[in-house]
């Protein structure tokens, strides 16, 4: 059995003190996607920063790729890519611009031709010299979700990657996201899109204040269904 | 994560060395230059103007100080028993001053990475210490700046005159201003949270006040401020170098969550700085620093309906806010140092201290005012007429207040030889504070397309002086009773009367929901077109 990417065992997360939600536990295998659900509020994106770095654990334990989890270290940002809702960018740096940054930041030798494959998927191509502030905020949601394809990575992690996204570029990203998983890449997201669930989560993780549940993809897709909108 | 190294599962092409940190910051920063389009001549002229704007300023500011300290009248022979020498009002202010610094420091975090560093740079696998390098300079650089300015103004305008000695103290200025900025940063980077620094800060502020108030009731005499040899300086420089090194060793392991909170607060406060918008500031420097929660949850067991709930939120936002508490203390002792102190107890010294404690009281008395400005939905969830919040809005600040103006006005008393009709007409004057507190905090936002007015200062943007002085104008004008009372050192029914006609004015103003200028209604009421600020006369939260 490979080393798990992710193992939480009873974390628990919150601010202040004051946890989120109730202990959380999983493991996420290379090649698998682990998605969490609920409803607003319910810790996901709480759960996600922790992951990532950007949030202390209140308790239990979280270890990435068998360590625990710290993003100071170059080895950890080299594995780990993120897209969250951070809506921020250099004022001045064209949309291949941003691109080119991670990829060549990350190494990545041929950076040129990568951004342009990468405007292409994202449907960017006619705004690849524009800068950010010019686009709408769905474009600037391909722009940051392209960023996180544009560089190395083992774990992916998406909070709700169907913000703002067409039913054309949702279809294009849950290819992408099937594509990573047999690549050998595992995929932590959380999301509110029932059928980006099923179509790419092996399984869910449903999350509450009292007591959390996982669930197989399907289970947690026809949850999510019922929630009123 | 594992020592050894990592080959990442999915990979966009062939992967090579990574770039330098600086090959990253001089991507970002040639890409931006590309794009500005700024010829050498048109930079040089910037430059040029900047120079000369600055040039300009400080000879200004010392030509006042320089004034001042001619126009001081000599220190007495024999000092009164209760009384504060000029040096050593000097001492405290100076105390004060490194209580704000340090508690700016804390706020600020101990290094920040702006929104687009901390998305694009802070994932990067490159050494972090390059990338935040320039960010980790700029707070020690601004805080010798700011420090070597204020001590250059207090020792030129109270002290000294310019020159040798001058120069002397603004140097140890700056390195005690960047010594406190380093300390507080690398105490911040051994895990301290940013909320204890600041409160050191605080803490340092208020008992400097305390200090001033020990050292005028013992009747402690300072004839003069000892400035720092230049060796001491030097050695002050070696210190504060020392501690930079210590603080870029560290830069590396800082982490993503302290640098983007730092960089979050400082590009909200940079922001709130450019466009002149002190209540910005006062959030961008209050958000980050308190506890996300709360040990205990208020019960608010006073509130009978909507007007009772409003006045207890705010009073709980000002009971939740150590620093405008301290504020308000130090505000209230001010006034009444000027009248201890000698060379300043006089109708000059006196006037301009109430004048700036009030300002102070009344920004730290506007918490619950300005959450309502921000969140306009604040003051639509109750059942209750905008105008009706306004003056809902008016009941803390008014108590605030009212405790400020008795201490303030009851040291003018004891200084004019009088004090019960001081305390009266302090009173009095207490609604036009309310007032304007309110009126301030709900100003609308600074207007950069009106027309630019030449003063001997430079050019003033007038969309923006108006805005600026909605509230300072309610003082200025409505207490203007208490100020002619205060030049004649003396209080008669008369200025009581009129003090009690200039509250009802003030408070019928700080009531108004009207967000344009006299000037723009006029025009509107004449079928004009109004060039007011954006939003004209609309009603904010009107009913």
Same mark, same amino acid.
């Given at each position: 059995?490979?080393?798990?990417?992710?193992?939480?065992?009873?974390?628990?997360?919150?601010?202040?003190?004051?946890?989120?939600?109730?202990?959380?536990?999983?493991?996420?295998?290379?090649?698998?996607?682990?998605?969490?659900?609920?409803?607003?509020?319910?810790?996901?994106?709480?759960?996600?920063?922790?992951?990532?770095?950007?949030?202390?654990?209140?308790?239990?334990?979280?270890?990435?790729?068998?360590?625990?989890?710290?993003?100071?270290?170059?080895?950890?940002?080299?594995?780990?890519?993120?897209?969250?809702?951070?809506?921020?960018?250099?004022?001045?740096?064209?949309?291949?611009?941003?691109?080119?940054?991670?990829?060549?930041?990350?190494?990545?030798?041929?950076?040129?031709?990568?951004?342009?494959?990468?405007?292409?998927?994202?449907?960017?191509?006619?705004?690849?010299?524009?800068?950010?502030?010019?686009?709408?905020?769905?474009?600037?949601?391909?722009?940051?979700?392209?960023?996180?394809?544009?560089?190395?990575?083992?774990?992916?992690?998406?909070?709700?990657?169907?913000?703002?996204?067409?039913?054309?570029?949702? !279809?294009?990203?849950?290819?992408?996201?099937?594509?990573?998983?047999?690549?050998?890449?595992?995929?932590?997201?959380?999301?509110?899109?029932?059928?980006?669930?099923?179509?790419?989560?092996?399984?869910?993780?449903?999350?509450?204040?009292?007591?959390?549940?996982?669930?197989?993809?399907?289970?947690?897709?026809?949850?999510?269904?019922?929630?009123?909108? | 994560?594992?020592?050894?190294?990592?080959?990442?599962?999915?990979?966009?092409?062939?992967?090579?060395?990574?770039?330098?940190?600086?090959?990253?910051?001089?991507?970002?920063?040639?890409?931006?230059?590309?794009?500005?389009?700024? !010829?050498?001549?048109?930079?040089?002229?910037?430059?040029?103007?900047?120079?000369?704007?600055?040039?300009?300023?400080?000879?200004?500011?010392?030509?006042?100080?320089?004034?001042?300290?001619?126009?001081?009248?000599?220190?007495?022979?024999?000092?009164?028993?209760?009384?504060?020498?000029?040096?050593?009002?000097?001492?405290?202010?100076?105390?004060?001053?490194?209580?704000?610094?340090?508690?700016?420091?804390?706020?600020?975090?101990?290094?920040?990475?702006?929104?687009?560093?901390?998305?694009?740079?802070?994932?990067?696998?490159?050494?972090?210490?390059?990338?935040?390098?320039?960010?980790?300079?700029?707070?020690?650089?601004?805080?010798?700046?700011?420090?070597?300015?204020?001590?250059?103004?207090?020792?030129?305008?109270?002290?000294?005159?310019?020159?040798?000695?001058?120069?002397?103290?603004?140097?140890?200025?700056?390195?005690?201003?960047?010594?406190?900025?380093?300390?507080?940063?690398?105490?911040?980077?051994?895990?301290?949270?940013?909320?204890?620094?600041?409160?050191?800060?605080?803490?340092?502020?208020?008992?400097?006040?305390?200090?001033?108030?020990?050292?005028?009731?013992?009747?402690?005499?300072?004839?003069?401020?000892?400035?720092?040899?230049?060796?001491?300086?030097?050695?002050?420089?070696?210190?504060?170098?020392?501690?930079?090194?210590?603080?870029?060793?560290?830069?590396?392991?800082?982490?993503?969550?302290?640098?983007?909170?730092?960089?979050?607060?400082?590009?909200?406060?940079?922001?709130?700085?450019?466009?002149?918008?002190?209540?910005?500031?006062?959030?961008?420097?209050?958000?980050?620093?308190?506890?996300?929660?709360?040990?205990?949850?208020?019960?608010?067991?006073?509130?009978?309906?909507?007007?009772?709930?409003?006045?207890?939120?705010?009073?709980?936002?000002?009971?939740?806010?150590?620093?405008?508490?301290?504020?308000?203390?130090?505000?209230?002792?001010?006034?009444?140092?000027?009248?201890?102190?000698?060379?300043?107890?006089?109708?000059?010294?006196?006037?301009?201290?109430?004048?700036?404690?009030?300002?102070?009281? !009344?920004?730290?008395?506007?918490?619950?005012?300005?959450?309502?400005?921000?969140?306009?939905?604040?003051?639509?969830?109750?059942?209750?007429?905008?105008?009706?919040?306004?003056?809902?809005?008016?009941?803390?600040?008014?108590?605030?207040?009212?405790?400020? !103006?008795?201490?303030?006005?009851?040291?003018?008393?004891?200084?004019?030889?009088?004090?019960?009709?001081?305390?009266?007409?302090?009173?009095?004057?207490?609604?036009?504070?309310?007032?304007?507190?309110?009126?301030?905090?709900?100003?609308?936002?600074?207007?950069?397309?009106?027309?630019?007015?030449?003063?001997?200062?430079?050019?003033?943007?007038?969309?923006?002086?108006?805005?600026?002085?909605?509230?300072?104008?309610?003082?200025?004008?409505?207490?203007?009773?208490?100020?002619?009372?205060?030049?004649?050192?003396?209080?008669?029914?008369?200025?009581?009367?009129?003090?009690?006609?200039?509250?009802?004015?003030?408070?019928?103003?700080?009531?108004?929901?009207?967000?344009?200028?006299?000037?723009?209604?006029?025009?509107?009421?004449?079928?004009?077109?109004?060039?007011?600020?954006?939003?004209?006369?609309?009603?904010?939260?009107?009913?």
């Amino acid at each position: 059995m490979p080393q798990p990417v992710v193992r939480a065992q009873d974390l628990l997360v919150g601010y202040g003190g004051a946890p989120v939600c109730a202990p959380v536990t999983f493991t996420l295998q290379p090649g698998r996607a682990l998605a969490l659900v609920g409803s607003n509020g319910s810790g996901k994106s709480t759960v996600l920063r922790a992951v990532i770095g950007l949030l202390e654990p209140a308790g239990g334990k979280l270890t990435v790729l068998g360590a625990a989890v710290d993003e100071r270290t170059v080895e950890f940002r080299s594995a780990v890519s993120s897209v969250l809702d951070d809506d921020a960018y250099f004022p001045s740096l064209s949309v291949a611009e941003h691109l080119y940054l991670v990829a060549r930041g990350h190494g990545v030798l041929d950076a040129w031709d990568r951004v342009d494959e990468l405007l292409d998927e994202f449907g960017l191509v006619d705004h690849a010299a524009a800068l950010p502030v010019s686009l709408s905020s769905g474009q600037r949601r391909r722009l940051l979700l392209a960023a996180g394809f544009a560089r190395p990575r083992s774990l992916l992690v998406l909070d709700e990657p169907e913000q703002r996204l067409d039913r054309r570029m949702l !279809s294009a990203l849950t290819d992408r996201l099937v594509a990573e998983k047999a690549a050998g890449g595992a995929v932590l997201m959380a999301s509110h899109d029932p059928e980006l669930v099923r179509a790419v989560a092996d399984r869910a993780l449903h999350l509450d204040d009292q007591r959390n549940e996982m669930l197989s993809a399907a289970d947690a897709a026809a949850r999510i269904a019922r929630i009123p909108a | 994560m594992t020592s050894d190294p990592v080959v990442p599962a999915v990979s966009p092409g062939e992967v090579g060395d990574l770039p330098t940190a600086r090959s990253i910051r001089r991507f970002t920063a040639a890409a931006g230059k590309a794009r500005a389009g700024a !010829s050498l001549t048109s930079l040089l002229g910037d430059v040029y103007y900047a120079v000369i704007s600055a040039a300009i300023g400080a000879a200004v500011a010392f030509g006042v100080a320089q004034q001042v300290r001619t126009s001081l009248p000599p220190a007495p022979q024999v000092a009164p028993p209760t009384s504060l020498s000029l040096p050593a009002l000097v001492a405290v202010v100076l105390l004060a001053a490194a209580g704000v610094l340090v508690s700016l420091a804390g706020r600020l975090g101990p290094v920040g990475a702006g929104g687009a560093e901390s998305a694009w740079w802070l994932q990067l696998p490159v050494e972090r210490r390059g990338l935040l390098r320039p960010a980790a300079r700029r707070l020690p650089v601004v805080g010798a700046v700011a420090g070597a300015a204020v001590v250059a103004l207090l020792d030129a305008g109270l002290l000294g005159d310019v020159g040798g000695r001058t120069l002397r103290a603004a140097g140890a200025g700056a390195v005690v201003a960047a010594l406190l900025v380093l300390l507080a940063t690398v105490v911040q980077s051994s895990g301290v949270p940013r909320r204890r620094v600041a409160l050191v800060g605080d803490v340092v502020l208020g008992l400097s006040a305390a200090l001033a108030v020990a050292l005028a009731l013992a009747g402690t005499h300072l004839a003069a401020l000892p400035v720092a040899p230049w060796p001491v300086l030097v050695v002050g420089l070696l210190v504060v170098a020392g501690l930079a090194w210590l603080v870029d060793g560290r830069l590396d392991s800082m982490p993503a969550r302290s640098l983007r909170e730092g960089g979050s607060v400082a590009t909200q406060a940079m922001g709130a700085v450019v466009s002149l918008d002190s209540r910005e500031l006062g959030r961008a420097l209050t958000a980050g620093s308190s506890r996300p929660v709360r040990r205990w949850v208020s019960r608010f067991h006073g509130v009978r309906g909507p007007a009772t709930a409003l006045v207890a939120a705010d009073l709980a936002q000002l009971r939740r806010s150590p620093r405008h508490l301290v504020q308000l203390v130090v505000a209230a002792l001010v006034p009444w140092l000027a009248t201890v102190v000698p060379q300043l107890a006089n109708v000059p010294g006196v006037l301009v201290a109430v004048l700036v404690a009030g300002g102070i009281a !009344s920004s730290a008395a506007a918490e619950g005012a300005r959450a309502g400005e921000m969140n306009p939905i604040l003051d639509r969830m109750l059942p209750l007429g905008a105008k009706t919040v306004r003056r809902l809005r008016m009941a803390v600040p008014g108590v605030a207040m009212l405790a400020w !103006s008795l201490a303030a006005f009851g040291a003018l008393g004891r200084w004019a030889g009088d004090v019960g009709p001081w305390l009266l007409l302090a009173a009095l004057g207490t609604p036009v504070w309310a007032a304007a507190t309110v009126r301030a905090a709900y100003r609308p936002g600074p207007n950069w397309s009106k027309p630019l007015v030449s003063t001997p200062f430079g050019a003033l943007p007038t969309g923006v002086t108006t805005v600026v002085s909605r509230g300072p104008d309610l003082v200025v004008l409505c207490l203007l009773p208490t100020w002619i009372a205060l030049i004649l050192r003396h209080v008669t029914p008369t200025f009581l009367v009129l003090q009690l006609a200039g509250a009802a004015i003030a408070f019928a103003i700080g009531s108004s929901i009207a967000t344009g200028t006299l000037m723009d209604r006029m025009f509107e009421a004449s079928g004009g077109r109004p060039g007011g600020a954006p939003g004209g006369t609309a009603a904010a939260g009107g009913r």
